[in-house]
């Protein structure tokens, strides 16, 4: 880890963290450098919780992650080949937050997966409609806020129940653990998209091994 890094971030202190990035994209995993950033937005989010940081805080700290982004992205491994799967994503109901999608998405992307990205904010019946008509391999739902939880489980109950009890449902975003991901109704879900795109490439498998 390199608290510079996260530091710069929780600062936000937007010429540094490109100065430090830059340098340590020439040594260091991408996938690290993420980590270091997320951990310093999240920083960010607590002091603005703590009424420390302002809402415009948070606001220009999203703009310089999005942005350190595009420096990352190239960085990634991708895998060319065979189509591993499909997966249909989005932020659900009431929850605009995108930033942990898109990165999500673009990794799958390059995992060999072809993703519908929804967007955000989506409404049950947007997911329903979105898998009745795709029909794909896994469904990937995003949320970060606590009041996500509620429409997360109103999706995934309303795809249970009209579309199929066996459809992979893998859920992300902060605030995700055990027992949300057990209380939601999902399959498996994690708060880290390395963690995600591992159990995502492991369902596929194992639904493959059956057919
Ligand atoms: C940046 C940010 C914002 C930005 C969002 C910009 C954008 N375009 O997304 C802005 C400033 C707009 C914003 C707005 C708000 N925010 Co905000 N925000 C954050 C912050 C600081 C970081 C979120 C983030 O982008 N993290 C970086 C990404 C990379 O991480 P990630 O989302 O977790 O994604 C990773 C994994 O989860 C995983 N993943 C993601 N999706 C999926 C899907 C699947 C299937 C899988 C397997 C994995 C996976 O992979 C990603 C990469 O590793 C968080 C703090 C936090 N701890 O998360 C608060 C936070 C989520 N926000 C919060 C709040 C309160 C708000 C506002 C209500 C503020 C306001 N008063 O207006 C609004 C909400 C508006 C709404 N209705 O959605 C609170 C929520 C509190 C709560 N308990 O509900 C938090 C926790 C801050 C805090 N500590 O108070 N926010």
């Known amino acids: 880890m ?12 937007e010429e540094k963290i490109f100065t430090l990035v830059e340098n340590q994209l020439k040594t260091r995993d991408p996938m690290a450098i993420l980590e270091d950033l997320k951990e310093g937005l999240a920083k960010v989010g607590t002091l603005f919780e703590k009424e420390e ?34 997966i249909v ?9 995108d930033i942990g999608k898109n990165i999500m998405a ?3 992307r390059f995992n060999g997966y072809i993703v519908e990205d929804l967007g955000v904010d989506v409404a049950p019946e947007t997911f329903l409609e979105a898998v009745q008509k795709t029909q794909p ?3 990937g739902l995003t949320g970060l806020l606590t009041a996500a939880f509620a429409p997360m489980k109103k999706t995934i109950d309303l795809i ?5 009890n066996k459809l992979i449902i893998a859920v992300g975003g902060a605030p995700i653990n055990e027992k949300w991901i057990r209380d939601v109704g999902a399959d498996f879900g994690a708060n880290n998209a390395s963690v995600g795109i591992k159990l995502i490439n492991e369902a596929i498998k194992k639904k493959n091994q059956r057919k």
């Open 2 to 13: 390199s608290e510079e890094l996260v530091n710069a971030m929780l600062e936000v202190d």
């Open 53 to 86: 940081y302002f809402l415009s805080d948070l606001v220009f700290a999203a703009e310089i992650f999005k942005e350190v982004m595009k420096k990352l992205e190239p960085f990634f491994p991708k895998k060319e080949g065979e189509v591993k799967g499909t």
């Open 89 to 97: 994503m989005g932020t659900v109901e009431g929850d605009f937050h």
């Open 106 to 108: 673009d990794l799958l």
């Open 137 to 139: 391999d896994v469904l």
């Open 160 to 164: 249970r129940k009209n579309y199929s």
